[in-house]
């Protein structure tokens, strides 16, 4: 069964380093996500991309945060100078026709120190 | 505004009982929902949604419930397993194109 790969599983960040969140889509999708849920909390929408732009981003999503789909196969999340709160599990997602049939990968945990 | 709750943070049932889990929504626009279960240390898994046009809908052992009147949305589980053990949420998509998820409940299956 096809899936979303995120890598890595674990990254363990100083703060006001940039890192990199990587993810696979699942081939034929078209709609990329970001979310994120802090230990304990809800998942949280953070950006949503199709067609090679963003198409809605929550108030999360500010300047230090960034997208990119650098070729056809990845898509990755850039935090550019990270924060202690900025700590949490990141999930991407991919649909081929929307927000609706989302799958989501199994995430990457950020520890920012 | 956009806001998704849920009445009970953890629910625990013996093996073989069947499970309700309950949520409340409070954008009357809403026209899909979701149940999404997370396993530890994984993402969130599909598990089955319903339209607005809807009230029930079933799946293998799983039965979606929406009441647009009183927004509530629960999701039941027949014969809860040990590996129904996991944090069940629901979403619903708001806006162009995103999903917005409510706060999550354990649910706990003891043998």
């Known amino acids: 069964e096809p899936e979303v790969t995120q890598t890595p599983s674990h990254q363990v960040t100083q703060m006001g380093q940039e890192v990199i969140l990587r993810c696979v889509p699942i081939?034929?999708?078209?709609?990329f996500y970001w979310y994120r849920q802090i230990l304990g909390q809800k998942v949280e929408f953070l950006v949503s991309?199709?067609?090679?732009?963003?198409?809605?981003k929550s108030e999360i999503f500010d300047d230090q945060f960034s997208v990119e789909r650098p070729d056809g196969s990845n898509f990755t999340l850039k935090i550019r100078s990270t924060k202690l709160e900025d700590s949490a599990m990141y999930f991407c997602?991919?649909?081929?026709?929307?927000?609706?049939?989302?799958?989501f990968g199994q995430g990457t945990r950020l520890t920012v120190v | 505004g956009e806001n998704v709750g849920l009445h009970l943070p953890t629910l625990s049932v013996q093996e073989g009982d069947n499970s309700i889990i309950n949520c409340a929504y409070s954008?009357?626009?809403?026209?899909?929902f979701i149940w999404y279960k997370q396993e530890s240390g994984k993402g969130p898994q599909f598990i089955i949604d319903?339209?607005?046009?809807?009230d029930k809908r079933q799946g293998q052992r799983v039965t979606v419930l929406l009441n647009k009147t009183v927004k509530h949305l629960s999701l039941q589980i027949a014969a809860t397993q040990p590996g129904d053990s996991a944090v069940y949420f629901c979403?619903?998509?708001?806006?162009?194109?995103?999903?917005?998820f409510g706060a999550g409940t354990r649910l706990a299956v003891h043998p």
């Open positions: 997602a991919s649909s081929e026709t929307g927000a609706e049939e989302a799958f």
């Open positions: 081939s034929n999708h078209l709609y």
């Open positions: 991309f199709y067609n090679n732009e963003i198409s809605e």
């Open positions: 954008n009357s626009a809403s026209d899909y």
């Open positions: 319903i339209r607005s046009n809807m």
């Open positions: 979403a619903f998509t708001g806006g162009y194109n995103k999903l917005i």
